[in-house]
């Protein structure tokens, strides 16, 4: 029999749920590799099966298309020379870091970065940030999606055929905006919002770190990851904002305790002592996780 941790467990359903989003950003047998739950390759809510990403249900934003980032250039020769001297400096140690990045889905390696930082917090409150930390980046991979058909921007090797990707990194969709980017820009504002007693900067360096592999890859182009980072970060701090006006972040003041057998009650002597995340709990309770 295997044992599974509570933590597992949580990172395997997260991961599930946007893994729908995530089977346009690699190859069908690598999403079904990677995800824990056997929905990864179904649609999500609302979503007919081959509808374009303008048709998807979103759930920090009204619409795909709500913070569609204005047309792209055609990337400058500037930018291309970029990928070009990157190209020419590729390490063992940078190839290993762009595979560590871009070999799997993005949201993979989030929920992985995620599942550490949530080691600073109580358990009740690692439920509410992941769904948090998932719905914005679900939300991410929707937008850049939708604004990648819209634009349907080349990748710099079919642009200039000197360019030569790392085996093993999809390039299959439109290079702008970067979907990885845009993962990793929400993924970091919502870890940084909800973690700010940590080391100032810590995810914005981390976000930074997986946009740039993308040019080490030779699949993006700076404009393509800057506006993928702006994207998610955007996306990543309205998440913030909607978890900061829900009931699990304001001060429990008594009211709505939950009655019955398996409630919590005060205790004595004094019957003052408040249950631990009481908001938390109560919202769990009320959207069934």
Known sequence: MTTLSRRTLVAAGAVGAVGAALAHAAPRH????????????SPPPAQEAGA???????????SPDELRPAAPTAPTQAEIDEVLRLQAERT?????????????????????????????????????????????????VIAAYDAQEAYSSPSPAAIDDRVTTIEGIAADRPAFPSAEAAVAGAAAAVLAGLLPDGVPGRFTTLAEEAATTRLQA????????????????????????????DPAASDWDGSGRMTGLGAWEPTPPDFVEPPVEPDNFQLRAQVNF
Request: charge should be negative; avoid cysteine.
């Open 30 to 41: 690598q999403i079904l590799a990677q995800s824990s739950t056997p929905t990864a390759s």
């Open 52 to 62: 374009p990403p303008a048709a998807w249900r979103t759930w920090i934003l009204a």
């Open 218 to 245: 030779g699949v993006n182009v700076r404009s393509d990851i800057d506006a993928g980072l702006a994207l998610g970060r955007a996306i990543g701090e309205r998440a913030v904002a909607l978890a900061a006006a």
């Open 92 to 140: 063992d140690e940078a190839i290993a870091l762009v595979r560590q990045w871009g070999s799997r889905p993005a949201v993979v390696a989030w929920t992985e970065v995620a599942n550490q930082a949530w080691l600073e917090i109580s358990a009740l409150r690692e439920v509410r940030a992941n769904a948090i930390l998932q719905a914005a980046m679900y939300d991410a």
